[in-house]
Each structure stands twice: as structure tokens, then as C-alpha cells.
């Protein structure tokens, strides 16, 4: 159960992520400077611990999509979907452990007291 309501959360957020992309990608063609003003404000610590997040979701469901394809196509997965469903959360800490600690100091360093 908990797969399938991660695997719903994680799709409507990134939808949401998605559509906003699109909104302040579109302000380019509309006014440079009110696209650079948006982007400005995405550059401060709150928004990188949210790409974070973002990086967390999209792990997560991608690799949870792969578990469904094989549950679909396979019955061998059929029969071993708790055991697949803790390879997902496996190479989903792997990503974020890899990904997390390198991103992070990239936000925070660029924070620093004017270096």
C-alpha cells in the first residue's frame, strides 16, 4: 500500500513542479526581466533543500515505475513484489546519498557571508 500512495504523491508533485517549469520558463518571451526576477528568487537556501525534494521524488518514482512495468510484464515480479519494492527504497537511498551530500554543499556554500 505504502508503494502506491508514495507512488501517487510523488506523480502530483512532480506534475505540480512540471507545470510551474513551464509558467516561469514561459515568462522569457513575455518580459526578460520579470523571468529573471522569478529566477532570482529561486536562488536561496529554501529552494535548493525543495530540489532536493524534487531530486528525492523523481528517484523514487522512476524507480518505483520500473517495479510496476515488471509486476506487469513478469510473473516472477508478481510473486516477489515486497522483495522488489525494498530494491526501490535501496536504490533510492544509493541516489540520494550520492546526490544529497554534493548538492547540499553547493547550496550552502553559495550562502556564504560574502567570500
Same mark, same amino acid.
Given at each position: 500500500?505504502?508503494?502506491?500512495?508514495?507512488?501517487? =504523491?510523488?506523480?502530483?508533485? =512532480? #506534475? #505540480? #513542479?512540471?507545470?510551474?517549469?513551464?509558467?516561469?520558463?514561459?515568462? @522569457?518571451?513575455?518580459?526578460? %526581466?520579470?523571468?529573471?526576477?522569478? @529566477? !532570482?528568487?529561486?536562488? /536561496?537556501? =529554501? *529552494?535548493? @533543500? !525543495? %530540489?532536493?525534494?524534487?531530486?528525492?521524488?523523481?528517484?523514487?518514482?522512476?524507480? /518505483?515505475?520500473? +517495479? @510496476?512495468?515488471?509486476?506487469?510484464?513478469?510473473?516472477?515480479?508478481?510473486? &516477489?513484489?515486497?522483495?522488489?519494492?525494498?530494491?526501490?527504497? !535501496?536504490?533510492?537511498?544509493?541516489?540520494?546519498?550520492?546526490?544529497?551530500? +554534493? &548538492?547540499? *554543499? /553547493?547550496? #550552502?556554500?553559495?550562502? $556564504? !557571508? $560574502? /567570500?
Amino acid at each position: 500500500m505504502w508503494s502506491w500512495v508514495l507512488h501517487r =504523491i510523488t506523480g502530483i508533485a =512532480i #506534475f #505540480f #513542479f512540471l507545470l510551474v517549469h513551464v509558467l516561469d520558463t514561459a515568462l @522569457i518571451r513575455l518580459s526578460p %526581466e520579470a523571468y529573471d526576477t522569478v @529566477i !532570482g528568487t529561486y536562488k /536561496n537556501p =529554501i *529552494m535548493g @533543500i !525543495g %530540489e532536493l525534494v524534487l531530486v528525492a521524488a523523481i528517484a523514487y518514482h522512476a524507480y /518505483n515505475g520500473l +517495479r @510496476i512495468i515488471a509486476v506487469d510484464l513478469w510473473p516472477w515480479a508478481t510473486r &516477489h513484489q515486497r522483495q522488489l519494492w525494498w530494491g526501490v527504497l !535501496g536504490l533510492w537511498a544509493v541516489t540520494l546519498a550520492g546526490f544529497a551530500p +554534493r &548538492h547540499l *554543499m /553547493n547550496v #550552502f556554500a553559495s550562502t $556564504g !557571508g $560574502g /567570500n
